[in-house]
């Protein structure tokens, strides 16, 4: 595929970013990228300036882009607005650039196209990315990897309640590591097709992979990860709880998130332990 396509950049107070988004959409945008103080940036990438946040709309032709430009001038007066055409890549081979492999304790993971450069003395995870969150490079998914690689040395045949699957990385991590019974849910039934494909490629075809809802899901787990958003893991708080038979690992926190998520679990019963951190990422460790 070439050809052009639009970018509109707008930086503006980070009050305003959420209405900017708003009706971006509404103006025809075909997919928006948003920057602020929240998430952690892709190096090269410029980031906002202190009290703002960016917003980068995509328009697949100049008259509609032009015309977002005029409607974000008129309602957002101190917005900075810079609108550019970029040359189209193949994006269908072009982010397979972006995805790397890892290694994290006695694992490899990574995409199809890379399991020749395994080493043969690791175990290896072959994700196939596509659109679910969760191919292993990211910090959370390997923070969580390395604490599922040493509960699992030590506990051979524990069970493994995963939260929020995603491509299904860790519950697949965990089988190939010597779990008993395995549970991965997640609400999005796109991430739960995903990991059930992922889950036969790795020869891990028995995981019990759904879209229940925790209540739903019997019995309790010697090991429960969570790698989801710091707000759903507050909110699931008293789900997950008690789920949890020995021990909780949770990513997808932010260091200034980890506070008020210890907190959640701390005033339902559970213990913390020091986690680890890796960039901006941390990982919660608590037992029962």
Not at 68 to 92: T, Y
Not at 159 to 172: K, W
Not at 263 to 273: F, I
């Amino acid at each position: 595929m070439t050809g052009t396509y639009q970018t509109l950049t707008v930086d503006l107070p980070e009050a305003e970013a959420e209405a900017a988004q708003d009706l971006l959409h509404e103006v025809g945008a075909m997919g928006l990228e948003v920057r602020d103080r929240e998430g952690p940036l892709m190096p090269g990438v410029r980031a906002p300036s202190a009290g703002e946040a960016i917003v980068v709309a995509y328009f697949e032709d100049a008259d509609t882009a032009e015309a977002a430009r005029a409607e974000l001038a008129e309602a957002f007066p101190s917005a900075r607005l810079q609108l550019e055409e970029q040359q189209q890549q193949d994006w269908s081979n072009a982010w397979k650039a972006l995805i790397k492999s890892v290694q994290v304790g006695r694992l490899w993971v990574g995409p199809p196209w890379d399991v020749q450069n395994a080493p043969a003395d690791k175990v290896r995870l072959v994700i196939e990315p596509k659109m679910a969150f969760g191919t292993g490079d990211h910090p959370t998914t390997s923070l969580c990897l390395g604490a599922v690689d040493a509960y699992m040395a030590t506990h051979p045949g524990a069970s493994v309640l995963d939260v929020g699957t995603g491509t299904g990385v860790l519950a697949i991590a965990a089988k190939r590591l010597g779990a008993g019974r395995v549970v991965g849910t997640d609400n999005d039934p796109i991430s739960v097709e995903l990991a059930r494909e992922n889950a036969e490629i790795n020869g891990t075809p028995d995981l019990e992979l759904s879209g229940k809802e925790l209540t739903s899901v019997e019995g309790t787990f010697d090991l429960v990860v969570a790698n989801i958003l710091a707000n759903t893991l507050i909110e699931l708080a008293p789900l997950i709880v008690p789920k949890v038979k020995d021990r909780l690992l949770m990513a997808g926190v932010l260091a200034h998130q980890k506070a008020d998520v210890e907190a959640a679990y701390v005033k339902l019963g559970l213990v913390p332990e020091p986690g680890a951190q890796q960039g901006e990422w941390v990982r919660l460790d608590m037992h029962r």
